[in-house]
């Protein structure tokens, strides 16, 4: 089960791009990297999710590098509608382990 | 609407009771799972079903808790004995199938024990 790493909690300003980066060392071969948001009282809703090198969708970007112990969310533009928790996952599918997340505040 | 819908979304008992917190997934969805939230906390594994069976119950914290997906749709997750230390939101989440990381959660059921 590898364990993940995030900053507790981050500050960005609207307008910013966002790069949250998680340490997972002990990441297993068959592991995939997956994104989660949460907003307060909602459930986490799915960001992004990649097995290695780079994946963008329409909201986000992550980068693996090649040895897969860490990875970066990127977020372009934040607005404050983004304040909320990233959790970073790390795990085979029906396997996944939530952290304690990063918990991102965008500032006017 | 055509999300994971959980009910209750709240919840007060007295110590000592039975609880029932139901989840309908999103229709078609083959797979299921159960999480528990503590405040301030990420979300906690408890089980997964893939259609109507448990293939994972390894984060059910002990034998006061159990779930069932009788017919691969709705799942109920049932407490019995409750203690103060169950208090915490409950999250049902569901996949088209199991080989996704894309989960769809619903908003929670949130359980408070006096």
């Known amino acids: 089960l590898a364990k993940t790493t995030q900053p507790i909690s981050m500050d960005s300003y609207e307008g910013q791009e966002v790069n949250i980066t998680c340490s997972h060392n002990n990441i297993a071969t068959n592991d995939y990297i997956t994104w989660y948001q949460q907003f307060p009282s909602q459930g986490p809703r799915f960001i992004i999710q990649g097995y290695k090198t780079k994946v963008t969708n329409e909201v986000a970007s992550l980068f693996i590098p090649a040895d897969r112990k860490s990875s970066t969310l990127s977020l372009p533009r934040v607005s404050l509608s983004d304040t909320a928790v990233y959790y970073c996952?790390?795990?085979?599918?029906?396997?996944?382990?939530f952290g304690s997340g990063t918990k991102l505040n965008v500032k006017p | 609407g055509a999300g994971v819908s959980q009910t209750p979304s709240n919840k007060v008992t007295e110590k000592g009771k039975y609880v029932e917190l139901r989840c309908d997934p999103i229709?078609?969805?083959?797979?299921l799972y159960w999480y528990r939230q503590s405040l301030g906390q990420g979300p906690e594994f408890l089980i997964y079903?893939?259609?109507?069976?448990?293939?994972?119950d390894s984060g059910l914290p002990n034998d006061r808790f159990f779930a069932v997906r009788p017919e691969g749709s709705v799942s109920t997750l049932k407490i019995q004995r409750t203690e103060r230390g169950d208090s915490a939101v409950y999250l049902c989440?569901?996949?088209?199938?199991?080989?996704?990381?894309?989960?769809?959660f619903g908003e929670g059921s949130r359980l408070t024990v006096l």
């Open positions: 079903f893939q259609g109507t069976g448990a293939a994972d």
């Open positions: 229709s078609g969805h083959t797979a």
């Open positions: 989440a569901s996949s088209l199938t199991a080989n996704t990381g894309e989960l769809f």
């Open positions: 996952l790390v795990g085979e599918f029906n396997k996944f382990y």
